[in-house]
């Protein structure tokens, strides 16, 4: 079946695995960075990460519709992440903690006019047989630079004893590796005729009611679904190093990359929402063991487990939403799925900050938990609604 993956979608693969090699350098060191040599509390950290997740949420769907009305995808992509490749340097200059807010407001905003023009790339180079698999390809390549990322930096942090900064600004390297690769070798299928001739709109009242109902139960998930730096502030608070930290995230990373594309050929032979489903059961399991734990030793259980929650929802997410939208339209539709859980996010991240201040660690994934199992209840009874 590898054989049969189209150029586009192996490269744009490759781009994902550099520039996750880069992201994840630095991602796993950013909440130690700022705790422990900027002394941020934890309440900005949830402030930064929900202002940088609003950030690209508003410009998904922004670059989204616009890559429909204008017919062109790699432009955006190539753009997209440059602005995220330029993040790692800024990340290496902050000196205080809105700088890094700064930083991680060109990441974001790189991301939000990527994302969805690259899922319209993806879903142009798909069938109606694969497109799970071809969204779970692109995330196993997309978890694969998760690992080697963290890898780099544990070794960079062990001979350039904890430099952090540096491991910011090496970070670049991989991340302009990729944007090359997509100027070089990415190419957009040509327009016939008609579909040059065709002039999108989007109107609300004309979306697949099925799509309104996955979007509903996203956002709900999604506002329990705090930011990954929670996770990790979690496993420094049981007594783990930035070096036992960032192995822990590699092995998250693992599990995400062994299990995305298997996840992704399972929704196209037993369908999208079933599969979506046991993520969001796997995630409340996590959530739920991330607040009653007390010894560290579970954290190397618990992350690997938290990877197959990822492989179970990214790519089949997309792959859910691809079957009720045609890839001329996509770009906006997937930046109003993007935008919507995006925007929860910011809100999950943001009450997490304050549920961990105010109440401690355990409040915040209990949360989480509770807001996962609610979304499960709530797609398992639209199986008893005629049309969702």
Not at 132 to 149: E, K, N, T
Not at 284 to 302: E, R
Not at 339 to 348: K, M, R
């Amino acid at each position: 079946m590898f054989k049969k993956i189209p150029k586009n979608v192996f490269v744009l693969g490759l781009v994902s695995f550099f520039n996750d090699i880069a992201s994840e350098m630095i991602y796993p060191i950013v909440p130690i960075f700022l705790t422990s040599v900027l002394q941020v509390p934890v309440s900005i950290i949830g402030l930064i990460e929900g202002v940088a997740e609003v950030t690209a949420s508003i410009m998904k769907f922004i670059f989204g519709y616009i890559s429909d009305k204008t017919a062109k995808r790699k432009l955006f992509v190539t753009g997209g992440y440059g602005l995220s490749a330029a993040s790692k340097a800024l990340m290496g200059l902050a000196y205080s903690w809105p700088f890094v807010l700064f930083s991680r407001f060109i990441d974001r905003s790189g991301k939000g006019v990527r994302t969805s023009a690259r899922d319209a790339l993806l879903l142009q180079n798909s069938t109606s047989q694969n497109k799970g698999f071809i969204f779970g390809f692109h995330r196993a390549m997309d978890s694969a630079g998760a690992i080697v990322g963290p890898l780099i930096a544990l070794v960079l942090l062990y001979f350039l004893e904890e430099n952090i900064r540096l491991v910011f600004f090496l970070a670049f390297i991989p991340s302009a590796i990729g944007v090359i690769l997509l100027i070089l070798f990415i190419r957009e299928k040509k327009k016939t005729a008609k579909e040059k001739k065709f002039s999108f709109s989007f109107k609300w009242k004309d979306i697949n009611p099925k799509f309104k109902f996955f979007l509903l139960i996203s956002i709900i998930f999604g506002l329990g679904n705090s930011s990954d730096a929670f996770l990790i502030l979690r496993a420094q608070s049981l007594g783990f190093s930035a070096f036992l930290v960032t192995l822990a995230y590699v092995f998250y990373n693992v599990s995400q990359t062994i299990f995305s594309t298997p996840a992704g050929s399972l929704a196209d032979k037993i369908g999208a929402r079933r599969v979506y489903g046991i993520g969001l059961l796997i995630f409340a399991a996590v959530y739920l063991s991330f607040a009653v734990i007390n010894d560290p030793i579970w954290i190397w259980i618990i992350f690997p487990i938290y990877g197959v929650y990822i492989a179970f929802t990214d790519g089949v997410s997309k792959a859910y939403i691809a079957q009720y939208i045609e890839e001329k339209e996509s770009g906006t539709y997937f930046g109003i799925y993007q935008t919507g859980i995006a925007l929860s996010a910011f809100f999950a991240s943001f009450l997490s900050g304050i549920l961990w201040t105010k109440f401690g660690p355990s409040a915040t994934f209990f949360y989480g938990s509770a807001m996962a199992i609610l979304a499960l209840l709530i797609l398992s009874y639209g199986k008893l609604i005629k049309g969702l």
